[in-house]
């Protein structure tokens, strides 16, 4: 939450920082700020609400400064408002920091700072920053910025600036991202790589504790002791494409329409000439497989989800119990896990910060963690004894679409390869099934483009008025059910429930009235003539039902009102084919209600904070 970005170079750096701001929207929207060196002091411009409003105000801050710092805000300490907004600066006006995270101890903090004189003008946590370092500072920026760290509890990565020292920019980071950009003659800071990919694709990611000085020419990182790290340059080749709309009104529905590309990415290379499945980097020898005992994933939101699918191949796939839980809740139970647990933490930014804590739980109870993820050198990529990256590429869209099919082919393909490894699969049941995971992504890409998104945009606009929802969904298409009704809530703001549809008598049931719309998630499966007498029970009080069906099946047509239907595939495999239909409709309602999808109200899209 919140995206930070600095700039030291010799352009004037009002607008590369502006547009880097512009990349890291989707990481908060509340307020925008920048402040810049110019003329040996600071320029400083506020804006309360997105980026749009900061931009009508950008003349205001003239002057050719080359180095800067700029921040998007999730607010945490403090409702959006201009005082509230980043950067901040100590009494003297000679230090300026932006941050983002979370300084858990900011009340003592800035208690302690209040007597000795300081003063405040700002509600948030970030502001103890600037005026522990204007304490701590004796000529030496980067002493001041690693004495503030020593104080400040909690997670979180800020950048500082200071009128004496007007070439230079220094970064910290504790369990929140900070990436470098290597340019020439210039480098950049930043909370993610997509803010300056269009200057550069040389980076460097520091580690926790490690303080970064930036001029234009050198990049130093030394420990908090002031000895000298040594990190590499990575190259990265994330397609500066991926950050722009491509001729799409919204990131979302530009998303939506990559799922086919996200399935074949994450597939390929993963499954061999003979159909078996090849997994690499999950840290596990083929002993540990076997003698595993127990799975347990942890996850957020749309990830969660995706461990829910996962719940139900693994069972059925490699026969192992395997219990899925929101990360906030395992990270504060006593769960029952140690050596013989597969933890798979399930986080597409790889920085959720409850997710991050239930995986180190885990680890230091002896379980073996692996992070699926769709961020290389995320924060759940060095926790992890184990690695296993989806490859949806950039998701900017807040509600994740793509990354969530990513995740979901994922779990199918891990839950295959355990069950091979462990010999509950023959080789003939995997190869039928990896072909058809094959198949999936150009099945996907067919319906997308043989216009389902106007059949479910058409239905959707007639739902701009419902004042309701509920989703219901059976087996592995409940968490199509779930996902589905978040994805409602997430950008339409319409209430909206999701159940296990064979639960709906024992309580739900009593929400429905003529007329209020149900989607059911009604692929074929073991349990279709079960979801059938569901469907019945919610017709018989008077719903309007609209249907995800497999192609071809018209035994629904007299009980739906609507019908969309989705290629066929093996019912384990339906969720990467049948979500889609709902994703659409949860678009095209907010669409047509005029919501501003890809930044819905009060989200952010990666939640760094507990
Ligand atoms: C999804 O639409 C949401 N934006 C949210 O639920 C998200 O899935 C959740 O915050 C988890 O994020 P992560 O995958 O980056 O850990």
Known sequence: MCGIIGYVGTRPCRDILFRGLRKLEYRGYDSAGISIIDGGRFKLLHSVGNLDNLEARLSELDGEGTVGIAHTRWATHGRPSNENAHPHTDCSGRFAIVLNGIVENYLSLRSQLQQEGHEFTSETDAEVVAHLIERAYRGSLRDAVAEAFRQMEGHFTYCAVAVEEPEVIVAVRKETPLVVGLGEGENYVASAIPAFLSETRRVIFPEDAEVVVVTRDSVEITSLAGDTVSRSPQIVDWDEEAA????????????????????????????????????????????????????????????????????????????????VE?????????????????????????????????????????????????????????????????????????????????????????????????????????????????????????????????????????????????????????????????????????????????????????LLEEGSPVLVVATDSCVYDKLISNVQEVKARGASVIAVASEGNVGLTDMAEEIFYVPRTHEMLSPLLSVVPLQLFAYYVAKHKGEKVDQPRNLAKTVTVE
């Open 326 to 510: 929101v990360a906030s809740e395992f990270r504060y139970r006593d769960p029952v896990i140690g050596p013989g647990s597969l933890c798979l933490a399930i986080s597409q930014s790889g920085e959720t910060a409850d997710t991050l804590a239930a995986m180190r739980l885990a680890r230091e109870a002896g379980a073996h963690v692996v992070a699926v993820t769709n961020i290389v050198g995320s924060q759940a990529t060095r926790e992890a004894h184990g690695v296993l990256f989806t490859r949806a590429g950039l998701e900017i869209g807040v509600a994740a679409t793509k990354t969530f099919l990513a995740q979901v082919m994922a779990m199918l393909l891990l839950a295959l390869y355990v069950g091979q490894e462990r010999g509950h699969l023959a080789t003939e049941d995997v190869r039928g099934f990896t072909e058809e995971l094959r198949r999936i992504p150009g099945l996907l890409r067919d319906y997308l483009e043989e216009g389902a998104a106007g059949r479910v945009e058409q239905v959707a606009r007639r739902h701009t008025n419902s004042r309701f929802f509920l989703c219901l969904g059976r087996n592995i298409s409940l968490p199509v059910a779930l996902e589905g009704a978040l994805k409602l809530k997430e950008i339409s703001y319409i209430p909206t429930d999701a159940y296990a549809a064979g639960e709906m008598k024992h309580g739900p049931i009593a």
């Open 244 to 323: 722009e709309k491509a001729g799409y009104e919204t990131f979302m529905l530009k998303e939506i329409h990559e799922q086919p590309v996200a399935l074949a990415d994450t597939l390929a290379e993963r499954v061999g000439p003979d159909g078996r499945v090849i997994l690499e980097g999950l840290g596990l020898s083929f002993e540990a497989l076997r003698s595993l005992r127990q799975v347990n994933i942890v996850a957020c939101g749309t990830s969660y989800h995706a461990g829910l699918v996962g719940k139900y191949a693994l069972e059925r796939w490699a026969r192992l119990p395997v219990e």
